[in-house]
Each structure stands twice: as structure tokens, then as C-alpha cells.
């Protein structure tokens, strides 16, 4: 069997491992070629392929990001893009293809096995937002990376009386905030799933310097927007002098607690950081284990599904499933984060 393989969408720790796992298991135990395209869907429809044996995985395991290096294109919105796909597909004489990836590229997997292609998807995303499985490459070592950030900036907002807001990743769901919040011990975490009103978090943070303490971390997801109709939302909407304001909500949180409280505020945007570095025990292992879920389910013929970790198993979802669905934090984990503030 000529099996293809790609890892598309932002790169995240633990693309390694679950390389290494398709090509050590599909290699070893069952004799397939494997070959990789290079920079995601891109590498497919320029027919950019790179064989992969074992001497292309050797010590990846612990290393960062992707060897088959990633971009974000979606080959179903490019002009020509699904027939340069399949026309690569057949010039490679590829059998079929695991492409691993975010909510993007999983979607561009589905389009494409509905034109015919037998794929395997594993997921991967740092923002933990895949629907269908527990957990997604990349997570855990970004929760790790955002809780150790967390303790390190508790140390200046106590020492300079401060609000700390530290910024996260998760545009659509706030499980970065949520868990390191909980794990790093912040005061409030907001997230896309709870709007927020400034007025209450201003509440909040006058009750807590006035009689607790004179610090506070507020972990705050990128994708956090102020409640419909709330003084945060009318202003954003407004900006100064009519215009929307730039920067990001951490930022224009900065702008009103200090305006509304006067306590000396700084903002950390964690950005990048998250998605950079060796990857936690646990991704390793998430990887390796997708990775051959993905190799067997291929070689058994068990195509259009994406691995996913369920309970202590992995399982095979159909594609057809998760498509344009979102993963949300629970609201009891959110109550969490609330109740221990
Ligand atoms: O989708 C994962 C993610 O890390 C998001 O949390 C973040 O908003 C985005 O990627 C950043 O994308 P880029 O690397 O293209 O700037």
C-alpha cells in the first residue's frame, strides 16, 4: 500500500510523535510505503512529496512542531484546488491518505473523501476544540506551557500590587483559559463561551483588592468578547471617536479596569509560546497513539473517520460527524475556575 501523510493548520508538540507512529507501525509491521507533502494541503495539490522511512523519524519524538513542515490552505476554497488534489492523489498512486490537523483541515479531509479519497484524520489543535474527541495533539503541552507562565507572572502582580491579565490562545473555545486557570490558580478566567461584563469584573476585582489581597491574574482567552449590550460591548463597537478599536481584548481590558479602578494593570499575550517547544509526555503519547489507530483503520480499509480519544480508548469517528461543529468547555468546568477564584 502507498500511504500518504500531512499535517496541516498550525503547527502544534506532539506532530512528531504521531509521525513517527504511521510511518514506524506502517513500515515495520505491515511493509506500506509512506510519503509525506510537504506544507500541508498545499503539498498535495503541488505534488510536493518527500518519502518517509525510518531513518527520516529518527529521535523526533521529543522535538517540536512538524518535520513535513504545515500551512494554512484549504484546498477546497482555492481555485482548482480539489482537482489538483485528486490528480496528485492519482499521479503518486497514493492508496490512501492521514492528514492531521485542526478544525480546518479536517473540514478540507471531509470535502475531499466525498470526492472519493480514503482518509484518515487525526486531530490536533491546541485549542482543544475538535468536536468528537476528549482530546486533540497539542493541548496538554500548551496547558502546561500557559499554567508555568501563570505561576511565573503571580510573583510580579503580587510583588507590584497589579491585575495581571495573561492572554491565551482559543479563538472559539476557552479550554487553554479554563484549564491553566484552574491549574495556575486565577483569579478570573474569561472565555468565548461565557460573555463577560466588564462591569461585574470590575465588581469583582475592587471586592477582592479591597479585602483579600491587592494582586490579581485574570487569564483571559484570545476569542473572549464582552456580553451583548454590556458598557465593554457598546464601546468596542463605538471605539474612540467612532472607530473600532484595535488591539486585542486584553488590551482594551487593560484600557477599562485601569480607567474604572486605577489599579496598575499589565497584559501578557502568551501568543506562539504555546505551540512552541518539546511536547508533554502526554501529547507524545496521544500522538503515538492516533498515529497508529490512523495506520491500522487505513490498512484495514476503515476510511472517511478521524481517530479520537474517548474515556481511555481511542475510537474511530466519521468525518462526516465533527464537520463544522465546535468542542465548547462545559460550563461546570467554567464554574470551576469560577468557584475557586
Ligand atoms: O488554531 C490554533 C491557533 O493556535 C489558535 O489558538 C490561534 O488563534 C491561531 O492558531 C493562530 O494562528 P497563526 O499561527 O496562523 O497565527
Not at 504511521?22 to 498535495?44: A, D, L
Not at 497589579?162 to 491549574?183: D, F, K, L
Not at 474569561?190 to 485574570?218: G, N, T
Request: proline share 3%; glycine share 12%; with cysteine.
Amino acid at each position: 500500500m502507498r500511504v500518504g501523510l500531512l499535517t496541516g493548520g498550525g503547527d502544534v508538540p506532539g506532530l512528531n510523535a504521531a509521525i513517527r507512529a504511521v510511518v514506524k507501525r506502517g513500515v515495520g509491521e505491515y511493509g506500506h510505503h509512506i510519503v509525506g507533502f510537504r506544507n500541508g494541503w498545499k503539498g498535495v495539490v503541488d505534488g510536493d512529496v518527500v518519502p518517509l522511512d525510518r531513518t527520516h523519524i529518527r529521535n523526533v519524538l521529543p522535538v517540536g512542531g512538524t518535520l513535513l513542515g504545515t500551512a494554512r490552505f484549504h484546498p477546497h476554497a482555492a481555485d482548482g484546488g480539489l482537482d489538483a488534489v485528486l490528480t496528485t492523489i492519482e499521479n503518486e498512486h497514493i492508496d490512501a491518505l492521514i492528514c492531521i490537523g485542526g478544525d480546518g483541515t479536517l473540514h478540507a479531509a471531509s470535502k475531499i473523501a466525498e470526492a472519493g479519497v480514503k482518509i484518515v484524520a487525526i486531530p490536533k489543535t491546541i485549542d482543544n476544540d475538535v468536536w468528537g474527541t476528549d482530546s486533540s495533539i497539542g493541548f496538554d503541552t500548551a496547558v502546561t506551557i500557559a499554567t508555568d507562565a501563570i505561576d511565573r507572572l503571580h510573583t510580579t502582580a503580587e510583588s507590584h500590587n497589579r491585575v495581571m491579565i495573561v492572554e491565551v490562545m482559543g479563538r472559539s473555545a476557552g479550554w487553554i483559559a479554563a484549564t491553566a486557570g484552574i491549574a495556575g490558580g486565577a483569579e478570573l478566567v474569561l472565555a468565548p463561551e461565557q460573555p463577560f461584563d466588564i462591569e461585574r469584573v470590575v465588581r469583582f476585582l475592587k471586592h477582592r483588592h479591597r479585602s483579600h489581597a491587592s494582586f490579581s491574574i485574570m487569564v483571559v482567552a484570545e476569542g473572549a468578547v464582552p456580553a451583548e449590550g454590556s458598557a465593554m460591548d457598546y464601546e468596542m463597537q463605538l471605539g474612540q471617536f467612532g472607530q473600532i478599536v484595535a488591539g486585542g481584548i486584553s488590551e482594551r481590558l487593560k484600557v477599562e479596569i485601569e480607567e474604572r479602578t486605577g489599579f496598575d494593570t499589565r497584559v501578557a499575550v502568551l501568543g506562539h509560546i504555546q505551540r512552541g517547544g518539546t511536547p508533554t509526555a502526554q501529547d507524545r503519547i496521544l500522538g503515538s497513539r492516533f498515529g497508529v489507530a490512523a495506520i491500522d483503520a487505513v490498512t484495514r480499509g476503515e476510511t472517511a473517520v478521524m481517530t479520537a480519544v474517548r474515556g481511555e480508548n481511542v475510537e474511530l469517528v466519521p468525518l462526516s460527524e465533527i464537520a463544522g461543529k465546535v468542542k465548547h468547555v462545559p460550563t461546570d468546568m467554567l464554574e470551576v475556575a469560577r468557584a475557586l477564584a
